[in-house]
């Protein structure tokens, strides 16, 4: 996940036109982005089997935001969709991991 965030980061973030109107969307994909790893990474330390589905809930909200956010930049073609596309299908399988990690967390 780490990788993908930076990826992005580099790929699609930082290459965004930084305009008045794109500073909004700038903020949030970043937000959204570095919410994924954080919570990711808060998930390892936690304590108890509730904690971890939480955190991971939240990962799942910020991929699921994520990915919105990079189908947005690319719809507008605030970056080339040969360059976003790829980082939309791997937020997609992302979302698809985390999703089982949950599930089979729960039971």
């Known amino acids: 996940m780490y990788r ?3 990826g992005c980061f580099k790929d699609v973030v930082k290459k965004i036109p930084k305009t008045t109107e794109n500073l909004p969307i700038i903020s949030q994909l970043s937000s959204s982005l570095t919410s994924m790893g954080a919570n990711d990474q808060e998930a390892d330390a936690t ?3 509730k904690d971890f ?3 991971y809930s ?3 909200k910020e991929t699921k935001e ?3 956010w990079l189908s947005f930049v690319k719809d507008v073609e605030f970056v080339n969709k040969t360059i976003v596309e790829p980082y939309i299908k791997e ?3 992302i979302l698809l991991i985390v999703s089982a990690i949950i599930e089979n967390t729960r039971h």
Do not use: L, P
């Open 66 to 68: 994520t990915k919105y």
């Open 58 to 60: 939240i990962v799942k």
């Open 53 to 55: 589905i939480a955190k």
């Open 4 to 6: 993908f965030i930076i």
């Open 91 to 93: 937020c997609q399988e």
């Open 47 to 49: 304590t108890s089997k």
